[in-house]
């Protein structure tokens, strides 16, 4: 009785973290039809619609946390479960970040939609974006397929997205050099900037997604591990157990 | 002034015939050496096997807990430490059980030594209920004919306080054992335990009988008993077993799944079967 409880009340932070990333995939790809349409508009309806969003991904964090906390208090799991649950509560911070960074996007392209900038970079971007929706796809995916090897692309991947926005700024600064005298051109870059800084941040949290579920699939906290040193110690261990 | 070890020459404390180091020198040797262990420890009664071929390691400072469902042999096991089953007509013990290097099975050594040195507290507290307090303590220092008052006194009054129990009884030390709480009487019963200065302490689920705050009382008191004993502890609590203890054992239909540090067994535990039985999927 105890046991199905138990069991029970994983099982709905589970789904509650599904539907937690259905919802962010959701946002990703929006973002992505944005920047594979012609004219980068963000329409109110598709705003109201991310803004509506944006507020049940944040319910679902605060759910998730109680949820969280009375499974600890009230069932006290151990082994896999209490690395699934721990792993499920981490999961529902970095998807939350996820949420905010998705809105500030939104809201930073409303603003700068028509600016010469956004337009000149726009495919930059769309690739920059591409990478960290795979990593935020994939890292999710390691989570709820337990594959391990989706984990490891993501957190490879870190290094790539933070190199093109390493790239991207250098090249927006070389791109304005000596034009940046009026407040607007300066606006325009700070916004610029935000935007790149905010898809680098989204590969990030999908880091952080593909760190927590490999703990939950082999028991290890790889976080500020190098990925050399990361590989070789899951080499040790051998395969994923199905637990 | 009286030194505990003037209690052991007294009593002729001996394995194997020669003078053993004294407990208070190996505890200074640091908090990983090993203090007990077994080899192939196997129990058997008659055809039935309690525990087969148990290898593992009792470290000094440490507390080592024995968990598993029931009838998996962990208390078997845990008497086997000390000897109790050389009361049990049928029971044949082979392997080995080495404290501090030496096999306690050694024809030689002398059980009742053994048990002095390896102390044992039960599932439910065992005071002598018309007993008082003061001579339940010191029960088995006068079994070995200790008689000087100082000294039985001093004993008393630091095993009191090693079990936590001397603040709520030093005014009534000549009040019975029996009249005292549940939580009181194990916490009694551990004083007797320690009272004989023993090397390792066994103890067999201590807080099951007792209610949630004596039992809060207990684990306190394992915590700082370990910084000195090593302790071994069969608990069907899992979470006592996390909380108080540095390793743990899993048996099961007596053999031993799995031994490691607690807090790897109970977050990323390797075997299948420690795995299910923690998470609840049998036992």
Known sequence: MTETKKNNAIQHILDDVNEMSELILWQLRELDNLFSSEDLTVNQALMDKIRETEKRIDQFEVKISEAFISVVCLHKPVASELRKIITCYRLSVNLERIGD?????????????????????????????????????????????????????????????????????KKIIKTN??????????????????????????????????????????????????????????????????? | MYDISDIKEKAGDQIDGTSGTSGSDKRTEGPATIRMETKDLTV?????????????????????????????????FLRALNRMHDLTRNAVISGEVLLDGKNIYHPKVNPVVIRRKIGMVFQKPTPFPTMSIFDNVVAGLRLVGIRDKNLLNEVCERALRQAALWDEVKDRLSSAGGSISGGQQQRLSIARALAIDPEVILM?????????????????????????????????????????????????????????????????????????????KFG
């Not at chain 2, 009664?45 to 029931?70: D, F, H």
């Not at chain 2, 090593?230 to 799995?258: K, W």
């Not at chain 2, 807090?263 to 299910?276: A, I």
């Open chain 2, 44 to 76: 058997k009664y008659g055809e039935v096997t309690g525990v087969r071929n148990i290898s593992l390691p009792v470290y000094n400072q440490k507390a080592t807990a024995l968990i598993g469902p029931s009838g998996c042999g962990k208390s078997t």
């Open chain 2, 204 to 280: 067999d689920e201590p807080t099951s009988s007792l209610d949630p705050l004596s039992s809060s009382k207990i684990e306190e008191l394992i915590h700082e008993l370990k910084e000195k004993y090593a302790i071994v502890i069969v608990t069907h609590n899992m979470q006592q077993a996390a909380r108080v203890s540095d390793y743990t054992a899993f048996f099961y239909l007596g053999e031993l799944v799995e031994f490691g540090p607690t807090d790897q067994l109970f977050t990323n535990p390797v075997h299948q079967r420690t795995e299910e039985y923690l998470t609840g």
């Open chain 1, 101 to 169: 960074q998705v809105f500030k996007i939104f809201k930073i392209i409303s603003e700068i939609k028509d600016q010469p900038n956004l337009i000149r970079f726009t495919e930059d971007i769309s690739h920059m974006l591409t990478i960290s929706n795979n990593m935020v796809e994939k890292s999710i995916l390691s989570f709820v397929n337990r594959d391990i090897d989706n984990a490891i692309w993501t957190l490879k991947n870190d290094d790539v997205v933070d190199d093109i926005n390493y790239k991207m700024i």
């Open chain 1, 177 to 243: 050099r000596g034009q940046m005298k009026d407040s607007q051109t300066m606006s325009n870059f700070i916004y610029l900037k935000t935007l790149f800084s905010a898809i680098e941040r989204i590969a990030d949290e999908a880091t952080n997604i593909a760190e927590a579920s490999i703990y939950y699939l082999k028991g290890q906290d790889v976080r500020h591990s190098s990925l050399s040193d990361l590989e070789s110690s899951l080499d040790d261990q051998g395969p994923v157990e199905n637990k």
